[in-house]
Protein backbone atom coordinates (compact mmCIF):
# COMPACT_ATOMS: atom_id res chain seq x y z
CA UNK A 1 0.00 0.00 0.00
CA UNK A 2 1.41 2.83 -0.88
CA UNK A 3 2.74 5.90 1.83
CA UNK A 4 3.16 9.48 2.07
CA UNK A 5 6.74 10.60 2.87
CA UNK A 6 7.74 14.64 1.96
CA UNK A 7 10.38 16.34 4.12
CA UNK A 8 12.20 19.55 3.58
CA UNK A 9 15.83 19.96 4.67
CA UNK A 10 18.47 22.87 4.76
CA UNK A 11 21.90 22.16 3.48
CA UNK A 12 24.25 24.56 6.15
CA UNK A 13 27.81 25.44 6.01
CA UNK A 14 27.68 25.58 10.06
CA UNK A 15 26.85 21.62 10.00
CA UNK A 16 30.14 21.55 7.57
CA UNK A 17 27.62 20.87 4.60
CA UNK A 18 27.97 21.93 1.25
CA UNK A 19 26.16 21.88 -1.74
CA UNK A 20 28.30 20.55 -4.34
CA UNK A 21 28.63 17.58 -2.02
CA UNK A 22 25.08 17.01 -1.62
CA UNK A 23 24.86 17.08 -5.25
CA UNK A 24 27.43 14.70 -6.07
CA UNK A 25 26.29 12.46 -3.52
CA UNK A 26 22.74 12.57 -4.61
CA UNK A 27 23.62 11.94 -8.76
CA UNK A 28 26.75 9.81 -7.97
CA UNK A 29 28.58 12.22 -9.76
CA UNK A 30 32.38 14.43 -9.26
CA UNK A 31 31.76 17.88 -8.55
CA UNK A 32 34.65 19.61 -7.97
CA UNK A 33 34.04 22.66 -5.31
CA UNK A 34 36.20 25.55 -5.53
CA UNK A 35 35.49 27.46 -2.39
CA UNK A 36 36.80 23.91 -0.77
CA UNK A 37 39.57 23.10 -2.26
CA UNK A 38 38.32 19.59 -3.15
CA UNK A 39 36.76 17.20 -4.89
CA UNK A 40 33.67 15.23 -4.25
CA UNK A 41 33.65 11.64 -6.44
CA UNK A 42 30.48 9.59 -5.44
CA UNK A 43 31.08 8.13 -8.90
CA UNK A 44 30.82 4.51 -6.96
CA UNK A 45 27.85 5.12 -5.46
CA UNK A 46 24.98 2.56 -6.92
CA UNK A 47 21.36 2.92 -7.33
CA UNK A 48 20.52 6.30 -9.15
CA UNK A 49 17.89 5.65 -11.65
CA UNK A 50 17.48 9.23 -12.88
CA UNK A 51 18.90 12.34 -12.58
CA UNK A 52 17.93 15.90 -14.29
CA UNK A 53 18.44 19.52 -13.82
CA UNK A 54 15.44 21.92 -14.12
CA UNK A 55 15.42 25.67 -14.55
CA UNK A 56 13.57 28.52 -15.11
CA UNK A 57 13.13 29.54 -18.90
CA UNK A 58 15.41 32.65 -19.01
CA UNK A 59 17.86 30.88 -16.21
CA UNK A 60 21.36 31.31 -17.86
CA UNK A 61 23.04 27.70 -19.97
CA UNK A 62 25.26 27.19 -16.99
CA UNK A 63 22.48 26.32 -14.98
CA UNK A 64 22.30 23.05 -16.43
CA UNK A 65 25.63 21.99 -15.98
CA UNK A 66 25.86 20.40 -11.92
CA UNK A 67 29.23 21.76 -11.01
CA UNK A 68 28.69 25.19 -12.30
CA UNK A 69 25.19 25.01 -10.72
CA UNK A 70 26.00 24.30 -6.91
CA UNK A 71 29.47 25.97 -7.21
CA UNK A 72 27.67 29.19 -7.92
CA UNK A 73 25.26 28.79 -5.12
CA UNK A 74 28.57 28.42 -2.93
CA UNK A 75 30.00 31.27 -4.25
CA UNK A 76 27.21 33.55 -3.92
CA UNK A 77 26.82 32.69 0.23
CA UNK A 78 29.50 34.37 2.00
CA UNK A 79 28.78 33.73 5.42
CA UNK A 80 29.74 31.17 7.42
CA UNK A 81 26.53 29.78 8.50
CA UNK A 82 24.90 30.37 5.48
CA UNK A 83 22.61 27.74 3.78
CA UNK A 84 23.46 27.05 -0.05
CA UNK A 85 20.84 24.58 -0.89
CA UNK A 86 17.11 23.14 0.13
CA UNK A 87 16.08 19.48 -0.06
CA UNK A 88 13.16 17.77 -0.92
CA UNK A 89 13.07 14.51 0.09
CA UNK A 90 10.29 12.39 -1.84
CA UNK A 91 8.61 8.42 -1.42
CA UNK A 92 7.82 7.47 -4.71
CA UNK A 93 4.71 4.73 -5.15
CA UNK A 94 6.10 1.60 -6.00
CA UNK A 95 3.15 0.12 -7.51
CA UNK A 96 3.71 2.20 -10.63
CA UNK A 97 6.04 1.92 -12.72
CA UNK A 98 9.15 3.31 -13.28
CA UNK A 99 8.32 6.20 -15.97
CA UNK A 100 5.53 7.23 -14.02
CA UNK A 101 7.75 7.71 -10.93
CA UNK A 102 10.47 10.08 -12.83
CA UNK A 103 7.06 11.50 -14.54
CA UNK A 104 5.49 12.74 -11.20
CA UNK A 105 9.56 13.28 -9.44
CA UNK A 106 9.61 16.12 -12.73
CA UNK A 107 6.54 17.18 -12.56
CA UNK A 108 7.00 18.38 -8.62
CA UNK A 109 10.12 19.57 -9.37
CA UNK A 110 8.69 21.83 -12.15
CA UNK A 111 6.41 23.15 -9.83
CA UNK A 112 9.03 23.90 -7.54
CA UNK A 113 10.84 26.21 -10.43
CA UNK A 114 7.47 27.48 -11.19
CA UNK A 115 6.62 28.61 -7.46
CA UNK A 116 9.97 29.94 -6.53
CA UNK A 117 11.75 30.96 -9.51
CA UNK A 118 14.88 28.23 -8.25
CA UNK A 119 16.65 25.65 -9.71
CA UNK A 120 15.87 22.12 -9.00
CA UNK A 121 18.45 19.39 -9.61
CA UNK A 122 16.40 15.65 -9.32
CA UNK A 123 18.01 12.36 -8.44
CA UNK A 124 15.38 9.34 -8.29
CA UNK A 125 16.90 6.07 -6.52
CA UNK A 126 16.38 2.68 -6.29
CA UNK A 127 15.71 0.63 -2.95
CA UNK A 128 18.89 -0.23 -1.66
CA UNK A 129 19.56 -4.28 -2.62
CA UNK A 130 19.33 -5.55 0.95
CA UNK A 131 16.90 -3.13 2.32
CA UNK A 132 12.57 -2.80 1.77
CA UNK A 133 12.68 -3.36 -2.19
CA UNK A 134 9.33 -0.79 -2.08
CA UNK A 135 11.65 1.82 -1.24
CA UNK A 136 11.88 3.94 -4.23
CA UNK A 137 12.72 7.21 -3.65
CA UNK A 138 14.13 10.92 -4.76
CA UNK A 139 16.39 13.69 -3.59
CA UNK A 140 15.43 17.60 -5.17
CA UNK A 141 18.27 19.83 -4.13
CA UNK A 142 16.86 23.21 -5.09
CA UNK A 143 18.64 26.68 -5.38
CA UNK A 144 17.82 29.30 -2.16
CA UNK A 145 17.93 32.25 -4.15
CA UNK A 146 16.45 32.95 -7.07
CA UNK A 147 17.74 32.08 -10.47
CA UNK A 148 16.85 34.69 -13.35
CA UNK A 149 18.96 35.72 -16.57
CA UNK A 150 21.47 37.63 -14.17
CA UNK A 151 22.26 34.57 -12.18
CA UNK A 152 21.46 33.88 -8.87
CA UNK A 153 19.80 36.92 -7.28
CA UNK A 154 17.01 37.04 -4.24
CA UNK A 155 16.51 34.73 -1.50
CA UNK A 156 13.89 32.16 -1.16
CA UNK A 157 12.10 34.30 2.04
CA UNK A 158 8.76 33.00 1.51
CA UNK A 159 10.63 29.63 2.58
CA UNK A 160 12.80 30.89 5.45
CA UNK A 161 10.47 33.05 6.97
CA UNK A 162 8.65 31.29 9.95
CA UNK A 163 5.22 32.95 9.36
CA UNK A 164 5.28 31.85 5.31
CA UNK A 165 7.51 28.20 5.24
CA UNK A 166 5.35 26.62 6.50
CA UNK A 167 2.07 26.63 4.99
CA UNK A 168 3.83 27.11 1.71
CA UNK A 169 5.31 23.41 2.72
CA UNK A 170 2.21 22.20 3.48
CA UNK A 171 0.95 23.51 -0.12
CA UNK A 172 3.47 21.91 -1.69
CA UNK A 173 2.43 18.51 0.26
CA UNK A 174 -0.80 18.45 -0.99
CA UNK A 175 0.61 19.21 -4.73
CA UNK A 176 2.66 15.82 -4.32
CA UNK A 177 -0.26 13.75 -2.62
CA UNK A 178 -2.01 15.10 -5.88
CA UNK A 179 0.69 13.80 -8.46
CA UNK A 180 0.98 10.23 -6.45
CA UNK A 181 -2.93 9.84 -6.47
CA UNK A 182 -3.55 10.67 -10.40
CA UNK A 183 -0.67 8.44 -11.29
CA UNK A 184 -2.04 5.34 -8.85
CA UNK A 185 -5.39 5.80 -10.35
CA UNK A 186 -3.87 5.59 -13.94
CA UNK A 187 -2.28 2.62 -12.91
CA UNK A 188 -5.77 0.88 -11.67
CA UNK A 189 -4.27 0.80 -7.75
CA UNK A 190 -7.05 1.41 -5.30
CA UNK A 191 -4.71 2.43 -2.82
CA UNK A 192 -4.59 6.64 -2.28
CA UNK A 193 -1.95 9.10 0.04
CA UNK A 194 -2.95 11.55 2.18
CA UNK A 195 -0.83 14.57 2.99
CA UNK A 196 -2.47 15.36 5.99
CA UNK A 197 -1.42 14.90 9.65
CA UNK A 198 -2.93 11.67 10.98
CA UNK A 199 -5.32 13.92 13.90
CA UNK A 200 -6.96 15.58 10.65
CA UNK A 201 -7.79 12.40 8.93
CA UNK A 202 -9.18 10.93 12.25
CA UNK A 203 -11.32 13.58 12.48
CA UNK A 204 -12.13 13.37 9.33
CA UNK A 205 -13.06 9.88 9.25
CA UNK A 206 -15.15 10.46 12.76
CA UNK A 207 -17.16 13.03 10.83
CA UNK A 208 -18.22 10.49 8.26
CA UNK A 209 -19.61 8.06 11.15
CA UNK A 210 -16.13 5.80 9.42
CA UNK A 211 -15.19 4.61 13.46
CA UNK A 212 -12.73 2.05 11.82
CA UNK A 213 -10.82 4.01 9.85
CA UNK A 214 -10.70 6.85 12.87
CA UNK A 215 -9.59 3.89 15.28
CA UNK A 216 -6.66 3.17 12.72
CA UNK A 217 -5.42 6.73 12.52
CA UNK A 218 -5.81 6.94 16.17
CA UNK A 219 -1.72 5.91 16.56
CA UNK A 220 1.37 7.45 16.44
CA UNK A 221 3.27 8.61 13.08
CA UNK A 222 5.41 5.67 12.05
CA UNK A 223 9.06 6.85 12.97
CA UNK A 224 11.81 7.24 10.18
CA UNK A 225 14.70 4.74 11.23
CA UNK A 226 17.98 6.47 10.13
CA UNK A 227 20.62 5.04 8.56
CA UNK A 228 22.19 3.34 11.55
CA UNK A 229 19.72 1.78 13.64
CA UNK A 230 17.88 1.01 9.65
CA UNK A 231 21.48 -0.85 8.94
CA UNK A 232 21.24 -3.41 12.20
CA UNK A 233 17.52 -3.79 11.29
CA UNK A 234 17.95 -5.39 8.20
CA UNK A 235 21.12 -7.19 9.24
CA UNK A 236 18.45 -8.93 11.47
CA UNK A 237 15.55 -9.28 9.16
CA UNK A 238 18.25 -12.03 7.15
CA UNK A 239 19.07 -13.44 9.96
CA UNK A 240 15.99 -14.27 11.31
CA UNK A 241 14.66 -15.52 8.01
CA UNK A 242 18.36 -17.29 7.11
CA UNK A 243 17.19 -18.57 10.64
CA UNK A 244 14.28 -19.52 9.97
CA UNK A 245 12.54 -17.78 13.06
CA UNK A 246 10.67 -15.00 13.10
CA UNK A 247 12.26 -11.27 13.32
CA UNK A 248 12.20 -9.11 16.48
CA UNK A 249 13.31 -6.07 16.45
CA UNK A 250 16.84 -4.61 18.53
CA UNK A 251 16.53 -1.45 18.54
CA UNK A 252 13.69 1.00 20.23
CA UNK A 253 13.13 2.74 17.55
CA UNK A 254 12.93 -0.51 15.39
CA UNK A 255 10.71 -1.74 17.31
CA UNK A 256 8.00 0.94 17.36
CA UNK A 257 8.63 1.07 13.49
CA UNK A 258 7.57 -2.73 13.45
CA UNK A 259 4.54 -2.27 16.06
CA UNK A 260 3.10 0.47 13.56
CA UNK A 261 3.84 -1.90 10.78
CA UNK A 262 1.86 -4.53 12.53
CA UNK A 263 -0.72 -2.40 13.39
CA UNK A 264 -1.55 -1.07 10.17
CA UNK A 265 -1.47 -4.46 8.74
CA UNK A 266 -3.54 -6.01 10.57
CA UNK A 267 -6.08 -3.24 10.44
CA UNK A 268 -6.29 -3.42 6.83
CA UNK A 269 -6.86 -6.93 7.23
CA UNK A 270 -9.43 -6.51 9.63
CA UNK A 271 -11.32 -3.80 7.17
CA UNK A 272 -11.24 -6.41 4.37
CA UNK A 273 -12.99 -8.88 6.45
CA UNK A 274 -15.70 -6.03 7.78
CA UNK A 275 -16.40 -4.69 4.48
CA UNK A 276 -16.78 -8.72 3.70
CA UNK A 277 -18.97 -9.44 6.51
CA UNK A 278 -21.36 -6.45 5.53
CA UNK A 279 -21.80 -7.24 1.86
CA UNK A 280 -22.36 -10.65 3.11
CA UNK A 281 -25.04 -9.40 5.68
CA UNK A 282 -26.43 -7.05 2.76
CA UNK A 283 -26.90 -9.95 0.45
CA UNK A 284 -28.79 -12.06 3.46
CA UNK A 285 -30.96 -9.16 4.30
CA UNK A 286 -32.05 -8.93 0.57
CA UNK A 287 -33.10 -12.67 0.48
CA UNK A 288 -35.39 -12.11 3.53
CA UNK A 289 -33.30 -13.18 6.18
CA UNK A 290 -33.67 -11.79 9.78
CA UNK A 291 -31.27 -9.38 11.54
CA UNK A 292 -30.08 -12.43 13.06
CA UNK A 293 -29.57 -15.21 11.06
CA UNK A 294 -28.05 -12.23 8.27
CA UNK A 295 -25.54 -11.43 11.31
CA UNK A 296 -24.35 -15.26 11.85
CA UNK A 297 -23.81 -15.57 8.01
CA UNK A 298 -21.56 -12.67 7.98
CA UNK A 299 -19.76 -13.64 10.99
CA UNK A 300 -19.32 -17.23 8.98
CA UNK A 301 -18.05 -15.35 6.02
CA UNK A 302 -15.35 -13.24 7.92
CA UNK A 303 -13.97 -16.47 10.18
CA UNK A 304 -14.09 -18.78 6.99
CA UNK A 305 -11.50 -16.25 5.37
CA UNK A 306 -8.52 -17.81 7.69
CA UNK A 307 -10.48 -20.71 9.06
CA UNK A 308 -7.30 -23.00 8.44
CA UNK A 309 -4.72 -20.41 10.18
CA UNK A 310 -6.72 -18.81 13.11
CA UNK A 311 -8.90 -20.67 16.03
CA UNK A 312 -12.10 -18.53 16.73
CA UNK A 313 -10.12 -17.56 20.30
CA UNK A 314 -7.71 -15.52 17.99
CA UNK A 315 -10.71 -15.08 15.73
CA UNK A 316 -12.07 -12.94 18.65
CA UNK A 317 -9.21 -11.40 19.58
CA UNK A 318 -8.87 -9.89 16.56
CA UNK A 319 -12.33 -9.01 16.32
CA UNK A 320 -11.75 -7.10 19.61
CA UNK A 321 -8.91 -5.33 18.22
CA UNK A 322 -11.44 -3.18 15.78
CA UNK A 323 -13.75 -3.12 18.41
CA UNK A 324 -10.89 -0.86 20.17
CA UNK A 325 -11.58 -3.27 23.71
CA UNK A 326 -9.66 -5.65 25.14
CA UNK A 327 -11.20 -9.12 26.06
CA UNK A 328 -11.51 -9.34 29.48
CA UNK A 329 -13.74 -10.80 31.78
CA UNK A 330 -16.30 -7.97 34.41
CA UNK A 331 -15.70 -9.93 37.30
CA UNK A 332 -19.07 -12.15 36.60
CA UNK A 333 -17.88 -14.79 34.21
CA UNK A 334 -19.29 -12.64 31.34
CA UNK A 335 -16.87 -11.96 28.53
CA UNK A 336 -16.54 -7.90 28.09
CA UNK A 337 -15.04 -8.33 24.46
CA UNK A 338 -17.90 -10.24 22.77
CA UNK A 339 -20.33 -7.27 23.69
CA UNK A 340 -17.42 -4.89 22.15
CA UNK A 341 -17.65 -7.03 19.21
CA UNK A 342 -21.27 -7.60 18.76
CA UNK A 343 -21.79 -3.69 18.88
CA UNK A 344 -19.54 -2.77 16.52
CA UNK A 345 -20.25 -5.45 14.35
CA UNK A 346 -24.23 -3.78 14.50
CA UNK A 347 -22.89 -1.11 14.34
CA UNK A 348 -20.66 -1.61 11.03
CA UNK A 349 -22.92 -3.98 9.82
CA UNK A 350 -26.11 -1.06 9.72
CA UNK A 351 -27.80 -2.78 12.75
CA UNK A 352 -29.05 0.33 14.15
CA UNK A 353 -32.39 -0.90 14.76
CA UNK A 354 -33.50 -4.19 16.77
CA UNK A 355 -35.23 -6.76 15.64
CA UNK A 356 -39.17 -6.58 15.51
CA UNK A 357 -39.82 -9.82 17.12
CA UNK A 358 -36.86 -9.31 19.66
CA UNK A 359 -38.00 -5.71 20.84
CA UNK A 360 -41.77 -7.23 21.40
CA UNK A 361 -40.26 -10.13 23.17
CA UNK A 362 -38.24 -8.24 25.43
CA UNK A 363 -41.29 -5.60 26.20
CA UNK A 364 -43.30 -8.75 27.56
CA UNK A 365 -40.31 -10.10 29.35
CA UNK A 366 -40.56 -6.15 31.28
CA UNK A 367 -44.10 -6.24 31.83
CA UNK A 368 -43.79 -9.80 33.37
CA UNK A 369 -40.99 -8.50 35.56
CA UNK A 370 -43.37 -5.76 36.50
CA UNK A 371 -46.20 -7.67 37.26
CA UNK A 372 -43.68 -10.31 39.37
CA UNK A 373 -42.55 -6.94 41.62
CA UNK A 374 -46.38 -5.77 42.11
CA UNK A 375 -46.78 -8.88 43.87
CA UNK A 376 -44.33 -9.27 45.52
CA UNK A 377 -45.04 -6.06 46.89
CA UNK A 378 -48.41 -6.96 47.66
CA UNK A 379 -47.34 -10.19 49.40
CA UNK A 380 -45.23 -7.69 51.68
CA UNK A 381 -48.05 -5.39 52.36
CA UNK A 382 -50.07 -8.43 54.21
CA UNK A 383 -47.01 -9.63 55.96
CA UNK A 384 -47.00 -6.60 57.07
CA UNK A 385 -50.58 -6.20 58.12
CA UNK A 386 -50.59 -9.75 59.68
CA UNK A 387 -47.43 -9.16 61.74
CA UNK A 388 -49.20 -6.05 63.03
CA UNK A 389 -52.34 -8.22 64.02
CA UNK A 390 -50.06 -10.22 65.95
Sequence with gaps: MASYH??????????????????????????????????????????????????????????????ALWNAAEARETRSNSVTAREWELALPSEISDAARIEITRAFAAQLVERYGVAADVAIHAPHREGDQRNHHAHILTTTRVLSAEGLTDKTRILDAASTGGPEIEAMRGVWAELQNHALELAGQEGRVDHRSLEVQREEALSLGDTVKAEELDREPELKLGPAANAIERREQFAAEAEGRDYEPLTQRGARVHATRQAKAMFAEMRERLELARDVWAEAREEGHGHVSAGLAALRAVAGRQAKELDQGEIKQRLARIAGRNLEADGTGHDAGSDAIRDRLKQVLGRDKPDPRIEQQRKLEEERDKQRQLELERQRERDRDLGWEL
Design 6 to 67: LSVKTVKRSAGRSATAAAAYRSASVIACDREGREHDYTAKRGVEACFILAPADAPDWAQDRS
